[in-house]
T-cell receptor, first 112, second 116 residues
Framework: SQQGEEDPQALSIQEGENATMNCSYK?????LQWYRQNSGRGLVHLIL?????REKHSGRLRVTLDTSKKSSSLLITASRAADTASYFC????????????FGQGTRLTINP | DSGVTQTPKHLITATGQRVTLRCSPR?????VYWYQQSLDQGLQFLIQ???????AKGNILERFSAQQFPDLHSELNLSSLELGDSALYFC???????????????FGPGTRLTVL
């Protein structure tokens, strides 16, 4: 079953604008990770935020985590055409056998 | 390049057949994970192996099986294939992580399986 739910399902913005994607999950987690997938290709790890962290930065990426609301957001600043991809959040549940439960993803399109 | 390799890249076969997908993890990674990605189900975790032993099982059908060999490469066997098994199959690997949490997973390029 999918624990993470991304919102929106699709997002289209102009190059240079910021893109924000949200992820909600259901159970307590060890950490939450964001991955990017270019069409039909493998997933690429972007950033990992642990349950005791609230915010993390990596280049143009900023991730926040609110464990009380069971939600996370991924912000991509100054978007580029190369950022066009699907973005997935993945949670590492504390309980249960599953490792890295992925959401359905947000399809991001950056228009030149 | 993640360092994880998967073969073959594409596989076309018929219903009822059996196929084997192969994965070589990154050098030094002991854990291998298998995922299925389809349009209607999204990315589904199938199974994890750690140093040759099954560690976790997800939504894996009984028709599917996997193993990890002493050299740490893994194979996913899909049998009695059905049309609905058509999907992208990804392998991922990770380094050992203490404390029970899952560290970063590095994904291979995937095998696209088409069942006709």
């Amino acid at each position: 079953s999918q624990q993470g739910e991304e919102d929106p399902q699709a997002l289209s913005i102009q190059e240079g604008e910021n893109a924000t994607m949200n992820c909600s999950y259901k159970t307590s987690i060890n950490n939450l990770q964001w991955y990017r997938q270019n069409s039909g290709r493998g997933l690429v790890h972007l950033i990992l935020i642990r349950s005791n962290e609230r915010e993390k930065h990596s280049g143009r990426l900023r991730v926040t985590l609110d464990t009380s609301k069971k939600s996370s957001s991924l912000l991509i600043t100054a978007s580029r055409a190369a950022d066009t991809a699907s973005y997935f959040c993945a949670t590492d549940p504390i309980q249960g056998a599953q490792k890295l439960v992925f959401g359905q993803g947000t399809r991001l399109t950056i228009n030149p | 390049d993640s360092g994880v390799t998967q073969t073959p890249k594409h596989l076309i076969t018929a219903t009822g057949q059996r196929v084997t997908l192969r994965c070589s993890p990154r050098s030094g990674d002991l854990s291998v994970y298998w995922y299925q990605q389809s349009l209607d189900q999204g990315l589904q975790f199938l199974i994890q192996y750690y140093n040759g032993e099954e560690r976790a099982k997800g939504n894996i059908l009984e028709r599917f099986s996997a193993q990890q060999f002493p050299d740490l490469h893994s194979e996913l066997n899909l049998s009695s294939l059905e049309l609905g098994d058509s999907a992208l199959y990804f392998c991922a690997s990770s380094s050992p992580q203490g404390g029970g949490s899952t560290d970063t997973q590095y994904f291979g390029p995937g095998t696209r399986l088409t069942v006709l």
